[in-house]
């Protein structure tokens, strides 16, 4: 098959669900142009700001994207193309599209509140408590492997660190001029995406290399992009976090472009086997570990965080919901398609090349020499292409770390608030310190661990987010009194999925630390701390999602 033809069909069928699945979905919803959104009820000027769908869509997806549909595709391409792309698709229309658009929903019809407050009233406090203590220690994951891939991407592709940089100032500068001069967002976007193509150039122009070892460096890089996702987290989110978003998502859209009408040009054969090893020795079994590999890819429980936490205090009207929720993830999903591609078009030996055994494996670079190698056939110069590509996976990235630590500001926040505010709740409470006690363990663990060591524990704890999602919605709608098989069948297959995923990952866990201590070998690279630590997450996120799991279920079944 022709990757052209794959990346037809799969626009084909989101533009299918699109149209159909999401009107289905709206009337079930009952979405209603005359209900007001919290961005007008609760406007502060801070989180509950009003924004108009395309820049809130920017917002949006560039939150939602990250690495992690790139990086999942890509990783769990070893199974075979065919099962990726079945997920992809079906995961998407199913799955993941609905989880965004119903948590965002379910949000705005709780006044812009989180998914733990919306679990506060329809299950219990004690069931806020477990999904917020759940959902932190994901977006502690999200921070950690985020860092990592941003500072590796930094040190590896110099260039894109001056870029990115640039960017950064770029952004609030749009945003001063969109919020406070008032200038129009039409001829305003034009010049910030001219400009934005101009950081590229000056970054290619100008890279920032340390005069020390990759080692150092990558600390250095580490250090400062904890910083600044510090800083973007604690201001206003007019000043950067949506004008950096929507400029961002431009550059998102341009990469999918690019790289749309390059393979459609290119079309290049596919030479990877559609069907490889049920069981592979460094992955471990298709079920359930393709599911969670691909992991943004199709459904993802940060999404719900992301929906619930910052898109949908920003919402304008209820109608936007759909072309932002279930829009947004078929355009990831389309972004996922896309990495598969640029992984299946190698044979298997130049693939491996990418993820040597015992070494650091490099998808985003695997990513950045395909888009680089698509865009070459548009006239633009692979060198150029491989930098463009590589710095919007580093955006990716960067975008979903602001997010990522923002939501984590508000979940740790909500942990400690009661009516009751003592003065240690108070300075818990308080945005400054509420952000950095959600950094500093992210950091610790972007200090001392590599991505291939968090993101199965990640992926997992992310799809187990997005069941738990799923699960609060379909209380939410059985106590209203509406059909909730739409939210409850992708709900139970998730929940199959990411509990038998950190079942497997468990037991993979303990038998290398049982391995270590009796003196047999181990991985290149292996870390005793770290295993030990991830180890003692995975029991709790598992423990915590059953013991949720449960209260659910006697408060669903009080409206069955």
Sequence with gaps: MSSALILIITVGCFILGYIFYGRYLSRKLGL???????????????????????VLLGHHFASIAGAAPIIGPITAAVFG???VFLWIIFGNVFMGAVHDFTSLVASVRHRGRSIGEVIEEHIGVHGKLLFLIFAWFTLVLVVAAFVILVAKTFVTTPEVSTA????????????????RMKAKLGISTLVGVVFLLFCIWIGNQFPIIFPVTEASAQVIWTCVILGY????????VWILLQPRDYLN???????LIFSFFGILIANPSIKFPAFSKFVHPGLGSLFP?????????????????????????QLNCELDARPIGYGGMLIEGILAVIALITAIVLIPSQYQTFFPQ??????????ANGVGGFMSKLGIPMKIGIIFAAMAVAEFALTSLDTATRLGRFTFQELFRSENMTPVRKFLTNRFAATFFTILPGGILALSGSYQAIWPIFGSANQLLAALALLTVSVWLAKKRIKNRFVRYPMVIMFAITLSALVVLVHNKTKLIIRFFSHQPVPAGFNLIGTCFLLLVALM???????????AVKSLRRFD
Aim: aromatic share 12%.
């Design 81 to 83: 193309w065919v099962p």
């Design 289 to 313: 570990i393709l599911f969670v590999t691909v992991a943004c890819g199709a459904i993802s429980g940060f999404h719900s965080l992301v929906a619930s936490g910052t898109t949908a205090k």
């Design 164 to 179: 990115s940089l640039l960017f950064i100032m770029l952004a609030v500068v749009f945003g001063l001029s969109i919020y």
């Design 229 to 236: 996702i510090f800083v973007a987290s604690v201001t206003p």
């Design 358 to 367: 015992g070494g650091q494996a490099n998808p985003i670079t695997l990513f």
């Design 249 to 255: 998502s431009n550059l998102l859209y341009l990469v």
């Design 32 to 54: 209603d142009l005359k209900n007001k959104t919290p961005s007008h009820t609760m406007g502060d000027g801070i989180d509950y700001v009003p924004a108009k769908w395309p």
């Design 541 to 551: 996120l598992f423990a915590v999602a059953v013991s949720l799991v449960y209260q």
